[in-house]
């Protein structure tokens, strides 16, 4: 069966700084995908960044990279140079397939609640 | 602009009431999906649908039920709601293809007295 394991249920971290949040998976499938969304106080769920399970380089958006690590079945987010807005839950997220070209389901983690402090 | 749009943002039932909470995305996205968030647990899919008419469990079922008669409606129903079904429930859509990523809802906050 799928999981997803976010260690971390909370975090300070100051301005500035770079924060890494810790996702670990777990799957038999060998085609999948990894997403992370934020979830600020407004409830909204934000999508951040993918990273397909054959891509060879890990992915960035803007200051949201993406540490994958196939063999240790880990995901971790970084965010550089850490704002105020971003304060926030963050979710990490598996999705794998109903075929290799087509995927179904997602599952998420319980999420890591991040405090930006100035 | 991509929408998915839940009827109520804030619910307040009885037990043992009918409930439905009712979902629309208008991108025509053949994958719908309800979830629920609780502090502490994370978004845990109740029910999924990958077409018309189709639909798997997730991996908390238990009472609830699901109907999706058009592709661009998704129903979660609570066929006798108990206190333990108080939660913020969230709807989500996606396109099929591998690689997409999920649309939410805005969310309805649902209270079981």
């Known amino acids: 069966a799928q999981k997803i394991t976010q260690t971390q249920p909370g975090m300070f971290v100051q301005e500035k700084e770079a924060v890494t949040l810790d996702c670990t998976y777990d799957?038999?499938?060998?085609?999948?995908?990894l997403f992370w969304y934020k979830q600020p106080s407004s409830g909204e769920m934000i999508f951040l960044i993918y990273q397909g399970s054959y891509d060879q380089q890990n992915a960035t958006e803007g200051r949201y990279s993406l540490n994958f690590q196939k063999a240790r079945k880990s995901a971790n987010l970084v965010i550089s140079a850490s704002q105020l807005g971003d304060s926030a839950m963050y979710f990490c997220a598996m999705r794998w397939g109903m075929t290799t070209d087509s995927w179904g389901k997602f599952q998420f983690g319980a999420g890591t609640q991040v405090v930006v402090t100035p | 602009d991509v929408k998915v749009t839940q009827s109520s943002r804030y619910l307040v039932k009885r037990t043992g009431e009918k409930v439905f909470l009712e979902c629309v995305q208008d991108?025509?996205?053949?994958?719908m999906f309800w979830y629920r968030q609780d502090p502490g647990l994370g978004l845990r899919l109740i029910y999924f649908?990958?077409?018309?008419?189709?639909?798997e469990k997730g991996d908390i079922p238990e009472g609830y039920s699901v109907s999706r008669e058009k592709k661009e409606r998704f129903s979660l129903i609570l066929e006798s709601a108990s206190t333990n079904q108080t939660s913020m429930y969230l709807c989500?859509?996606?396109?099929?293809?591998?690689?997409?990523?999920?649309?939410f809802g805005s969310g309805t906050q649902l209270s079981v007295l």
């Open positions: 989500a859509s996606s396109r099929q293809l591998k690689g997409e990523k999920l649309f």
């Open positions: 649908s990958y077409d018309v008419k189709m639909k």
């Open positions: 799957t038999s499938d060998p085609s999948y995908g």
């Open positions: 991108m025509d996205h053949e994958n």
